[in-house]
């Protein structure tokens, strides 16, 4: 055993270069002032105190959670029906779908992404169309419509992947079963395939939640320059502004909102799959 | 039993799937409260036969008559049936009070209601208190009454049962057979049990349908289908059984292994051909000379309640050859760079004309190689003068390097026993072999028919016979130079024997049965 453990320490020392010490490096710098270098540390609460009295700061922070859950909750009611139609289809037909789902995650973001510039600006694709149909241009780009638009575009596969797996794990019996006992087939999706794909709805959920709420490309170029969500600012503190402990503050409060979301999702996810473990004890 | 409590007819039930046939027309009637059991190897049809009773799949072609009413059009949740699923298929998201409840809340009954059915059922099943535990944390055998809870609980007018024994093991298998004939007999309803399991369905059925390939074999009940099975296929299936074909010489009377024999079954043509079966525990072994068979015990076989005795009343038929073993047969060249071998071989005078150089190289098993790499050489040359007469004819094999050796074809004509009682043939050849290839030989028995080329077949149609003894007496591990025999021997009439007598291996005896033990059917075209 001793000698299969070693083989572990280039992992461990791999984990700590690459993801300990520059997250402890973040702490360290949210909380210490500016301008000084390790040896003289001052500690402050400052960076934290600056960003939760600022009320520009505090909406961006809203209005990026406000957009984050949008996005998702966009993703789950298109991204179920895609994936309960590509789980319910003959297997070469299946692997067809999954395939056009995944294709487009081959082309680099960036390029996505301003491709819908070009379709959504004053005179872009859409426009032209609607012109077409004699019917009066509308402002799309840069607006919190093609923000949303861009990220459910851009996150939305892993929304389908993950509810389309555990739809394509479920054990077919038990839809039969359903059937049988005089459920009919809304009933038998409400009562059985709903909540048996739930776990694959909350990873979802989470997949799609987590790079929405921090996501900085998407609104800057769907949104344009004076668009600002909570990941834009971070960006902005550590490469305009050169704030690095105030970027560092921000980062930490991300990452503690995202720790609490996650932490919420597992127990909306347990609350159903162990629900009756736990009465089972009682 | 009339029209009335006929409560499930199919008629004239045909599936395909993608042109392949898995159910030809079936046709059955099923009665209230009947045990009827769909018995029949993987693949016969049975599930798929459920699946369309259930509503699951639907039929290419004839109708399911439910209580009078065609269903054929409806979907499973409007049929009066409910199923008990091979894997139990209880959802793994709800308790067992959940699972029970879930028809009846689907009915949308009265929570008040609700509750008293379920705590019926759990009473019913033996799982009292086991409402608010997890489904999956349950063993096997309690998943399994949950499931026939879930689904009895909807009181159904027939539950059907798909193999829902097949995943627990033999002894909880045994406690749920009469858990679930006591189960049918408390409800009173339909059940329609699918197995392969012919113990099972012989213990628990009021009527079994035997299939096969999508087709009813026989319909009846335990004692019917074991004691007058249909065809070879039945009496195959359901318990074990010794099956001889004969020749019902007229109603009464019929002839297997050259002898006459009363029996019980009329209504045959006169000399039809016949498959006659004997249960092996109907056979009662007495002395030699007082039964109405004589023969050897073969095996014993201790199997707990009985011993199985296999006694052969009729021996094979035997050919014996000889076997010529020499010490060496190879030749090495004069700078001993490279080594020849080759043996003599016999040939059956029919078969000289098809004699061509591959042929002979592969019989007489010719090979050269350099005793230094071990590499194979080519034979270059292959010279030989032979006619299609009686007589050794010598063959020389040489390499590119002139290292030869001669040896001899031997055209004899084939050793060939017939044995016209038994409808058979077997032959063999005289062989030549080395000490080393018999020594190295691992799997002796089967060389050893390789080298005779022995063969046996029918007489009738020169199907194939399975040659089932080799004997010899010599030991392969300590073989020298001579020649010893092998004999050669088709299986001959075995018959399985059930008693609580013990017998010993070899000994003489003879066997004795009554008219009614003898049961004779019609043979089958398969």
Not at chain 2, 160 to 188: F, H, N, S, T, W
Not at chain 2, 363 to 370: E, F, G, K, M, T
Not at chain 2, 405 to 425: D, G, S
Request: hydrophobic share 45%; glycine share 6%; charged share 25%.
């Amino acid at each position: 055993m001793k000698t299969w453990k070693r083989l572990t320490y280039p992992y461990i020392f791999w984990m700590m270069v690459m993801v300990v010490i520059p997250m402890l490096l973040i702490v360290m710098y949210a909380f210490t002032k500016a301008g000084n270098d390790v040896a003289t540390l001052q500690f402050t609460f400052d960076n934290f105190v600056h960003f939760f009295t600022d009320a520009d700061f505090l909406s961006t922070l809203w209005i990026s959670l406000r957009i984050a859950l949008v996005t998702t909750v966009l993703c789950v009611f298109i991204g179920y029906p895609i994936a309960y139609l590509i789980a319910n289809s003959k297997p070469q037909r299946r692997n067809l779908y999954i395939l056009l789902i995944t294709l487009p995650m081959w082309i680099n973001m960036l390029v996505r992404t301003y491709a819908w510039i070009g379709i959504l600006s004053d005179n872009g694709l859409v426009n032209h169309v609607l012109q077409w149909f004699g019917l009066a241009p509308q402002k799309l780009l840069y607006t919190d419509f093609s923000v949303i638009l861009g990220m459910v575009y851009n996150f939305i596969p892993f929304m389908i992947l993950q509810i389309e797996s555990s739809l394509a794990k479920m054990d077919r019996s038990l839809l039969d079963a359903a059937n049988d006992l005089g459920a009919n087939r809304w009933q038998r999706f409400c009562k059985v395939t709903l909540p048996l794909s739930l776990p694959g709805v909350v990873s979802g959920i989470t997949l799609v939640f987590l790079p929405a709420v921090s996501s900085f490309v998407i609104p800057k170029l769907l949104g344009g320059g004076g668009y600002m969500l909570i990941g834009n600012v971070i960006e902005n503190q550590f490469i305009t502004v050169g704030e690095w402990n105030f970027g560092s503050a921000i980062s930490m409060v991300m990452a503690v909102i995202i720790m609490i979301s996650m932490v919420v999702t597992r127990k909306l996810d347990k609350s159903d799959e162990g629900l009756t473990r736990k009465r089972g004890k009682v | 039993m009339t029209e009335n409590n006929c409560l499930i007819r199919f008629r004239n039930i045909v599936k395909d799937f993608d042109g392949q046939l898995v159910l030809k027309g079936i046709s059955l009637d099923i009665y209230e409260n009947e045990f009827v059991t769909l018995l029949g190897p993987s693949g016969c049809g049975k599930t798929t036969l459920l699946r369309i009773l259930a509503g699951f799949l639907r039929q290419s072609e004839g109708a399911v008559i439910f209580a009078g009413q065609d269903i054929s059009e409806l979907p499973p949740y409007q049929r009066e049936l409910n199923t008990v699923f091979q894997k139990y298929a209880l959802f793994p998201h709800m308790n067992v009070y959940e699972n029970i409840a879930f028809g009846l809340k689907i009915k949308k009954m009265s929570k008040d209601v609700i509750e008293q059915k379920v705590l019926k059922m759990l009473k019913l099943i033996n799982l009292e208190g086991y409402e608010k535990r997890d489904v999956t944390l349950l063993s096997g055998g309690q998943q399994q009454r949950i499931a026939i809870a879930r689904a009895l609980v909807n009181e159904p007018k027939v539950l059907l049962l798909d193999e829902p024994l097949a995943a627990l093991d033999l002894k909880l298998r045994k406690e749920m057979q009469y858990e679930l004939k006591r189960i049918q007999q408390e409800v009173g309803i339909t059940f329609i049990y699918v197995t392969h399991d012919q113990e099972e369905a012989l213990t628990m059925s009021d009527k079994i349908v035997v299939m096969k390939d999508g087709e009813i074999q026989q319909v009846g009940s335990p004692i019917d289908i074991y004691n007058e099975p249909q065809n070879r296929y039945v009496a195959n299936f359901i318990g074990e059984s010794n099956i001889i074909p004969g020749v019902m010489l007229k109603d009464y009377k019929v002839r297997f292994d050259d002898m006459n024999f009363e029996c019980v079954d009329f209504g045959f043509k006169d000399n039809e051909a016949v498959d006659v079966v004997i249960r092996p525990e109907d056979l009662d072994i007495v002395a030699e000379n007082s039964g109405k068979l004589n023969g050897v015990v073969k095996s014993v076989l201790f199997k707990g309640v009985h011993y199985e005795i296999m006694v052969e009343t009729v021996p094979g038929t035997t050919v014996s050859v000889k076997m010529i073993v020499t010490k060496e047969h190879d030749v090495a060249s004069s700078d001993a760079k490279e080594r020849i071998s080759a043996n003599s071989f016999f040939v059956d005078l029919e078969d000289v004309k098809e004699l061509n150089d591959a042929e002979i190289i592969a019989r007489a098993d010719a090979q050269a190689w350099d005793p230094e790499s071990d590499e194979y050489l080519s034979i270059s040359k292959i010279e030989y003068d032979i006619k299609a007469e009686i007589g050794n004819y010598p063959v020389t094999f040489s390499t590119v390097g002139g290292t030869e050796i001669t040896v001899n074809i031997m055209v004899v004509e084939q050793q060939y026993v017939e044995n016209k009682k038994k409808n058979e043939a077997i032959s063999a050849f005289n062989f030549f072999k080395t000490v080393d290839e018999i020594k190295e030989s691992v799997a002796i028995d089967t060389d050893l028919k390789t080298w005779a080329n022995a063969q046996g077949w029918k007489l009738s149609d020169e199907s194939d016979v399975e040659i089932e003894d080799v004997e010899y007496d010599f030991d392969p591990d300590t073989i020298t130079a001579g020649v010893y025999e092998v004999s050669f021997s088709t299986k001959g009439r075995v018959l399985k024997v059930h008693t609580t007598d013990l017998s010993e291996e070899g000994a003489e005896i003879g066997l004795n049965f009554q008219p009614e033990d003898i049961h004779v059917m019609s043979k089958v075209g398969y």
